[in-house]
């Protein structure tokens, strides 16, 4: 009897432990599945966001190239309004003087 009492004992403990070996599998396997799972969230969050700031940085220097441009045309612009001015002012300068020196010889 005592044969098959301990018999009895290391079988139960054995089937305890089976089941327990079970459910910590099933926890462990669990906890891997949730790793990952947080693991892919995280990297296509990251994902995410350099691609929005490679948009955002790509976006900033188009509008740079925009602003620049715009501003060089401009600056042309008035580089040449400036030189008109200057040659007619020139022009009518020297009209000028050479009325100026007709009517003295006369």
Known sequence: MKK?????????????LAACSQHTENAA????????NDIEAT????VNDVDAAST???????NTA???????????DKI???????AKWTG????DAGHAISN???
Do not use: I, P
């Open 43 to 46: 990297t296509d969050e990251a």
């Open 66 to 76: 925009a602003d620049t441009r715009d501003g060089l045309d401009k600056a042309g």
């Open 4 to 16: 098959s009492l301990v018999l009895s004992v290391a079988l139960a403990g054995t089937l305890g």
């Open 80 to 86: 040449e309004n400036a030189a008109s001015d200057a």
């Open 104 to 106: 003295a010889a006369h």
């Open 56 to 62: 955002n940085a790509s976006t900033a220097a188009s």
């Open 92 to 95: 009518n300068a020297m009209q």
């Open 29 to 36: 396997e669990a906890a891997a599945d949730n790793a990952a």
